[in-house]
């Protein structure tokens, strides 16, 4: 599913809602995300960079942090 039909189907979850409690919880994760935003300014690089490793990870180009221990673990002991 890509970005704008995830939206569509939210925005269309949202509108037919009357849980006021969910509601606010949905808003309330918004908020949260642009209060991060606003915590941790950007350069147009650093965006990039992010950018860049969202992609890897949808697709599956990364490991797991289990692993990436034990990679570092043999690392240090060549």
Known sequence: MSTAELKKKLIGKITDSDDENLLQEVYRLLE???EA???YPLSDEQISVVRESQEQIKKGKFI???DANKEIDEWFEK
């Open 64 to 66: 797991n942090n289990l």
């Open 32 to 34: 949260l995300e642009n």
């Open 37 to 39: 935003l606003a915590l």
